[in-house]
Structures are given as C-alpha cells and as structure tokens.
C-alpha cells in the first residue's frame, strides 16, 4: 500500500503580515514547511511527499535539506484546491490511483507523530474512502445574523474542526476534486469533495495540538508551545 505526502504551499498567507510567505516563516530555527515535510518523511509508512511550490517561489530551493530522495515538488495553482490536485497528479504519476495521498497543510506544522500515524492505522484499517484528522468541538457555538443578533445556540455534540492530514485514494480524490470544480462548487479541505461526490469520510480524533497558523499571534503560541515540550526533564519530574 503506497503512501504519499502531498504538502500544498504555493499560497502566501497574508493574515501573518509577513514579507514572506507565510511556509517560510521559522519556529525554533526551522520553517513550517520543512517541519512539516520531516514530519512525515519520518514516518517509515510514508513512500514520499510532493510539496506544492507557487509557481514564482524563489524560497524553497534556499531551505536546508531541499533536495534530498523521496522529496519532490510540483507547481500550485490559484487555490489551495487547485495546488491540491497538481500534487495528487504527481502522486498519480508516481504510484499510480490506488495509492493513498496524504494531504497536509504547510501551515499545520505542530503535527504529532502519534497523531500522524494514529490517522494513518485508522483510515487503512477502515473500509471508507479515507478521512481527516479532527478535534471535537469545545466551544459553545452560536449562529448569528448580519446584525449580529443571536439567532440559535447550535448543538455541538457532534461537531468536529477539520485539520490535515487528510488521507484518500489518489483516483478518488483526483475525480471528486474536478467535479467539484467542474460544477464551480468551493471545496476547503479534501474531505469537502469527497463528500460532494457522496462518500462519507472517518474523522479520527487528534490528541496533540496541531493548529493552523494563521495570524502572527498563531506564531507565537506554537512558539510557546514548542518551548514547554522541548523543557528539559528534571530529577523531581
Ligand atoms: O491560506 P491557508 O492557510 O488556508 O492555506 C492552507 C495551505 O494551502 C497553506 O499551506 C498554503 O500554502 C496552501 N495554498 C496553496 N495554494 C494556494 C493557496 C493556499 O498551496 N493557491
């Protein structure tokens, strides 16, 4: 059973007010993109990872360790769901519709490796199409009018926030994204176009935190982050 990578990072992230695009960014000496890149390429069931470059990236070939075996890139497109595909065909070209793409955000670059291979055993364990990893919902949720008038209190009990991975078969995942494109429907994750198509993806529960970054205060909590799990252990610990 085949596994690859796909990393989508061709988009810039203009919420993180940077002046450069937002993968390139460093966490404790380290850009997102290649925390995330070694994250899974440390992962033995992983073949390989495609990371998905903007088609004027100048960053990528700059970063330690960017050209190294079962690493290569592909050019993006002007969503992430078309980056998405472009790296899905190199996948495809590689090793063929039955292998599993594993679709990660550059920006997500807290993932754990229990979590990554909790996913991994869980989705090809399990007979459905793919599925996501997911963290149940925590805060109370209210819908609420353009004036901002409380209109409900929407039950949460159900309710999951979507991250990446997400881990579908290259052909399935290839044909549910074109027809979504094709019948000019937005998809925001992989799973969207799975289910447009009318499959029903698993959510697998996500035990470590493993947030996008989006804004610059994102930064600064993945920073501390790191920092509190990287302390050294003590004798009374
Ligand atoms: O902008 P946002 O944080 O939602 O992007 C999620 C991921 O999709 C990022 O890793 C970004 O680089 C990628 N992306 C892409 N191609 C685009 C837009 C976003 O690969 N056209």
């Known amino acids: 059973m085949a596994i690859w990578g796909v990393i989508p990072a ?3 992230g203009e919420r993180m007010q940077s002046s450069i695009p937002k993968q390139y960014l460093e966490l404790h ?9 070694n994250t899974l390429l440390a992962n033995p069931a992983i073949d390989g990872v495609v990371v998905v470059l903007a088609e004027n990236d100048t960053g990528f070939s700059d970063l330690p360790d960017s050209i190294r075996s079962r690493l290569i890139t592909a050019t993006g497109g002007d969503s992430r769901a078309e980056s998405v595909a ?9 090793a063929g519709d039955d292998a599993w793409a ?9 993932l754990s490796s229990r979590d990554l291979l ?7 364990a399990s007979d459905c199409c793919g599925g996501l990893l997911a963290a149940p919902v925590q805060d109370t949720l209210k819908r609420a009018d353009h004036t901002g008038t409380v209109e409900v209190t929407v039950d949460r009990s159900d309710l999951w926030q979507a991250q990446t991975p997400q881990m579908f078969r290259v052909g399935a995942l290839l044909s549910a994204l074109a027809r979504a494109k094709r019948d000019g429907v937005t998809v925001t994750d992989e799973a969207s176009a799975l289910e447009y198509v009318g499959e029903k993806p698993r959510v697998v529960p996500a035990m470590d935190p ?3 970054l989006t804004r610059p205060s994102d930064l600064a909590l993945a920073t501390a982050w790191l920092a509190s799990t990287n302390k050294p252990t003590t004798s009374s610990d």
């Open 10 to 12: 061709a988009g810039f």
């Open 86 to 94: 472009a790296g899905v065909r190199s996948v495809q070209h590689e």
């Open 118 to 124: 909790n996913l991994i055993s869980q989705v090809s």
């Open 29 to 37: 000496g380290q850009s997102l993109l290649m925390r995330s890149i």
């Open 210 to 212: 493993n947030f996008k």
């Open 102 to 110: 594993l679709v990660h955000d550059a920006a997500r670059p807290l």
